[in-house]
């Protein structure tokens, strides 16, 4: 049981990654990185989409090889060439898309590749016991027997800390780990990480979030274009300063919402019912509209439905009672091409799983939903021509970085990713919008940059669903606010009249009276 | 007629006859699932069938030892599982190509070593019936089940041990692993093309046995294309048992069953033309193939090769 802590002679005591260069295929993703991280310190790493952060932190963990530059354990060379040697080295890595492997269960996605007790045969018994005594110690609630594809992101993240825990990780990498989080899950994961810094650990912290930064770091590395600007104390930094060391100018926090117009209600659920992946009511009964030109904000834990809503609007699953209506017609049960072809746009929250084609390029993504449209086609044949403009267009203007449209999708970084699945959307000028989680993981910048585009949107007469956990997002974007729990909408309010405590009451359960 | 058909003994003989056939099957069913589940698609089983049929033959007749020709059928069925890895695994090729270029080479090769080396059919006296002291001499049950050689009652012993292999040790859940998130597999250490290189080589074993006990153990002779295409029955046997071990068991024995009650109807020359008996078998894979592909989920990372996010 202790084996794989006391395999390790030594623990980490400072970790030096010194003159990191790395190029990729037209980009410079690191170049000259000097980064030091020490046991029971939290260091915090940011930067824009696209600065280097995850590709220094897979160099680290034996992803990648660097072109140029060492890496120090203790002040001595080691060479990390693989995750294993990585994690042989008593380093962790929680990756900014999960790696697990989503038909196996927890207790298994632990297990997989460490010795067993019994030899060649697997010891799932103590490896469960040995989850549940983790689980305690750090406070990270999890069913050990849970199959992967039924946990909710949170509880995933919760295995994919335990994996490396239960490695006996000395040095823990966060890639990330709050983008997927709400407000009290981020609270929780932060005590376990105080409490692992304490205990020794080294920790290294990436999140776009600058108060989360600002709260639980001891330093902060800011990268800007794979190189480092600045490490300072945390103690030292204020949220401007690290927002305008970020993105080398002054950043808006906050966006303009000039009055519109309301137009006719475009979306209607009427007594809205579905079921869950395990087969029990996730949605119980919703009614609600949304009317032509309004933001209607969605506020919720996760795992009360969201998810559920937005898939069964975009056609995605199917629901067992009630009505949609869009644009004055029924289309409950229509396919989701069919819903698209009716100008529903929909931003899905699982963007690596739901709304991407990883292995396409950046243009074939980006036209993925129009390609058989003129004028990118006329009948069976392809407009590559007007495709290219068509794509260049939309990477000038929504910023993906990218080093050209031909570039596989999967080489980009996770915010860019993003703005690829907003652009493709957003650019089909929609009536109706569904935006599942818009700014996950995206950076400062590019978020201000979203919801302006939400909000021009919404100029333009669209009705916008805006589902979010980020509560600071919800009270500046939506014009009217509602609270979903349990399957339910427990009330809706109007922007003007929320606060964030009244909200915060009915996420939790109560009802408005 | 009818009630010749019918009668005990033919029902009796029909079964037996359906568990014997049903041997190659779960032994190249087998391999080829233990291959998939770790994300290799390896359509050049019936080439590696053919070719360990040879070797087992040829070393058979040689040297009189069934031993050493069952050992020539799995390490040239090991060494085809070794190339078609080096192909998928380290030269990332499109799988199913490599595989049938695979199939074209075994079935080519073994017909040129068996012009060169044997010319004509011969015949070997194979792996004898062992008959299992008592259980063989219950009625009905005894016949069916406990009469047979030694490779027949290999096969279905393969089963359990497939089984308990995937799902009990720590070998079946790296397999498992690497078959549905290569990616997440090597964060953890494990070495996907390692992983990938033990399956297809101890699936060509089994196929390459497979083989064997056509040649060495149910027909006892070689000749061009004795497999006559099990390979690729096989191949649809792993989707029809959805990728499990006993799934690969009731596939096989359902087409092998199948099988021997067409062959049956042959022999007494009634009810349907020969043509169509011949058909029955496949006919009855693809409908049922048909009803239950979308039932089950194929490992996620079938047939893409894996790469580290590096350019
Ligand atoms: N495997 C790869 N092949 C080619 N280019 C890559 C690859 N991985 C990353 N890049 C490029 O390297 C740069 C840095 O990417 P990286 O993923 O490190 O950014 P990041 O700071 O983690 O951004 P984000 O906040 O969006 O996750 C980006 O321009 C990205 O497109
Ligand atoms: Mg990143």
Redesign the interface.
């Known amino acids: 049981m202790t084996d794989q802590i006391s395999l390790q002679q030594r623990r980490i005591e400072r970790v030096e990654m010194r003159g990191i260069v790395k190029r990729?295929?037209g980009v410079l993703a690191n170049d000259h990185i000097d980064f030091e991280v020490r046991a029971g310190e939290i260091h915090a790493l940011l930067g824009e989409n696209g600065a280097g952060k995850t590709t220094l932190m897979?160099i680290l963990?034996g992803?990648?090889?660097p072109d140029q530059g060492q890496i120090a354990i203790n002040g001595q060379v080691v060479a990390i060439h693989?995750?294993?040697?990585a994690?042989?080295l008593g380093i962790g890595?929680i990756?900014q898309h999960f790696?697990?492997?989503?038909?196996?269960s927890v207790v298994?996605?632990v297990?997989?590749?460490?010795?067993?007790s019994r030899g060649?045969?697997?010891d799932l018994d103590v490896v469960t016991e040995r989850i549940r005594h983790l689980s305690q110690t750090y406070g990270l609630k999890v069913d050990p027997a849970a199959m992967v594809w039924q946990l909710a992101v949170g509880e995933q993240q919760r295995v994919e800390i335990l994996?490396a825990l239960y490695r006996g990780a000395d040095l823990l990498i966060l890639d990330e780990p709050t983008a997927v989080l709400t407000p009290q899950e981020v609270e929780e994961l932060f005590t376990t990480l105080r409490r692992m810094a304490r205990e020794g650990h080294a920790l290294i912290f990436i999140s776009h979030k600058l108060h989360e930064v600002l709260s639980i770091s001891d330093r902060v590395t800011v990268l800007r274009d794979g190189r480092v600007v600045k490490t300072l104390p945390t103690a030292e930094a204020t949220r401007e300063d690290l927002a305008r060391l970020m993105v080398g100018r002054e950043v808006l926090l906050r966006v303009e919402r000039p009055p519109v117009k309301l137009g006719d209600p475009v979306l209607r659920l009427e007594d809205l019912w579905a079921d869950s992946d395990k087969g029990v009511p996730a949605l119980r009964g919703v009614s609600l509209q949304v009317r032509s030109g309004e933001i209607l904000g969605i506020a919720g834990v996760s795992g009360n439905g969201q998810r559920e809503l937005a898939e069964v609007i975009a056609g995605l699953r199917p629901p067992t009672q009630g009505r949609i209506i869009i644009a004055g017609v029924d289309t409950t049960g229509w396919s989701p091409e069919r819903l698209l072809k009716h100008g529903l746009a929909y931003i899905p929250e699982e963007r690596m799983r739901d709304g991407v084609i990883r292995d396409f390029s950046v243009e074939e993504n980006l036209i993925l939903k129009n390609h058989t449209d003129r004028p990118y086609a006329s009948g069976i044949f392809m407009n590559f021509g007007k495709i290219a403009e068509y794509a260049d267009n939309l990477i000038a203007n929504f910023d993906i970085r990218t080093p050209s449209r031909d570039t596989p999708l999967?080489?980009l970084s996770g915010g860019n990713i993003q703005k690829m699945v907003l652009a493709r959307e957003l650019s089909r000028e929609p009536r109706v919008l569904i935006a599942a989680q818009p700014t996950r993981g995206v950076d400062i910048s590019a978020t201000e940059y979203i919801h302006r585009q939400l909000v021009a949107q919404r100029a333009k007469g669209t009705a916008t669903l805006l589902i979010s956990e980020d509560l600071d997002e919800i009270l500046n974007l939506s014009d009217r606010i509602a609270v979903m729990y349990e399957g339910q909408i427990v009330g809706i309010v109007d922007q003007h009249e929320a606060t964030v405590e009244q909200l915060g009451l009915m996420m939790a359960g109560a009802h408005r009276t | 007629m009818i009630a010749r058909l019918f009668s005990l003994n033919t029902i009796v003989g029909i079964i037996t006859a359906g568990i014997r056939l049903a041997t190659p099957y779960l032994y190249a069913t087998i391999g080829e699932t233990l291959g998939q589940r770790s994300g290799l698609v390896n359509l050049g089983v019936d080439g590696i069938m053919l070719m360990g049929a040879y070797a087992a033959f040829f070393v058979t007749f040689k040297t009189g030892s069934l031993a050493l020709g069952l050992l020539a059928a799995i390490v040239v069925g090991g060494l085809m599982g070794l190339v078609m890895a080096f192909f998928s695994v380290t030269l990332k090729a499109e799988q199913g190509i490599t595989g049938i270029g695979v199939y074209l080479f075994g079935l080519g090769m073994s017909n040129l070593l068996f012009q060169k080396t044997l010319g004509t059919v011969e015949t070997v006296s194979g792996f004898p019936a062992i008959h299992i002291p008592l259980l063989s001499d219950i009625p009905v049950l005894g016949p069916i089940f406990f009469r047979h050689n030694l490779l027949v009652y290999g096969a279905f012993a393969l089963v359990p041990i497939s089984w308990f292999i995937l799902n009990k040790t720590t070998l079946g859940l790296k397999i498992r692993a690497v078959g549905d998130n290569p990616e997440a597999a090597d964060s953890l250490g494990v070495s996907v093309t390692g992983v990938r290189y033990l399956t297809e080589t101890v699936g060509g074993m089994l196929e390459g046995i497979a083989g064997a006990s056509l040649s060495i153990a149910l027909l006892n002779v070689f000749q061009e294309n004795l497999t006559n295409g099990m390979g690729f029955i096989a191949v649809a046997l792993v989707y029809f048992g959805g990728w499990r071990a006993v799934g690969a068991l009731a596939g096989a024995i359902l087409f092998s069953t199948v099988n021997a009650l067409q062959l049956w109807l042959q022999v007494i020359g009634i009810l349907i033309p020969p043509d169509f008996a011949i058909m029955m078998p496949y006919v009855l894979t693809i409908v049922v193939l048909a009803f239950t592909a979308q039932r089950v989920r194929a490992p996620a990372a079938l047939s893409k090769p894996f790469e580290r996010g590096e350019g």
């Not at chain 1, 693989?82 to 040697?85: G, I, L, Y």
């Not at chain 1, 297990?111 to 067993?116: H, R, V």
């Open positions: 990729f295929p897979n963990y992803l990648y090889r693989s995750p294993a040697n994690i042989r890595m990756h790696m697990l492997v989503p038909t196996l298994e996605n297990a997989l590749g460490l010795p067993s060649f045969l697997l994996k999967k080489n």
